[in-house]
């Protein structure tokens, strides 16, 4: 079992940055790769980005390769989300998600994700 509390979100304009922290619970961090996802208003959650459980491979939706990078510190049990070159398509409630112990690759697929964090706002304006 993990537990899962994001934070970082906020108002930004377009073009900003912000960083979204995840810190979770437990000892086994090591062993969840972790992924972000987000969900705007009237849409259905998506994919933006996920991390192994080493953190040496990632994969990102297209819609952020490049502006977006997925990091996690083991050591400190958290995953982390830079968001750079903010559009205000980005706005959305942001989820942090952990995969079963024991799946050492992310995975893009919402329903392959068993914990999930209460989500962070964000909010680009133009």
């Known amino acids: 079992q993990v537990q899962l509390v994001e934070s970082g979100g906020g108002l930004v304009q377009a073009g900003g940055s912000l960083r979204l922290s995840c810190a979770a619970s437990g000892r086994t961090f090591g062993t969840y790769a972790m992924g972000w996802f987000r969900q705007a208003p009237g849409k259905e959650r998506e994919f933006v980005a996920t991390v192994s459980w080493s953190g040496g491979s990632t994969y990102y939706a297209d819609s952020v390769k490049g502006r977006f990078t997925i990091s996690r510190d083991n050591a400190k049990t958290t995953v982390y989300l830079q968001m750079n070159s903010l559009k205000p398509e980005d706005t959305a409630v942001y989820y942090c998600?952990?995969?079963?112990?024991?799946?050492?690759?992310?995975?893009?697929?919402?329903?392959?994700?068993?914990?999930w964090g209460q989500g962070t706002q964000v909010t680009v304006s133009s």
């Open positions: 998600a952990a995969r079963p112990s024991g799946y050492s690759g992310g995975s893009y697929t919402l329903l392959d994700y068993r914990y």
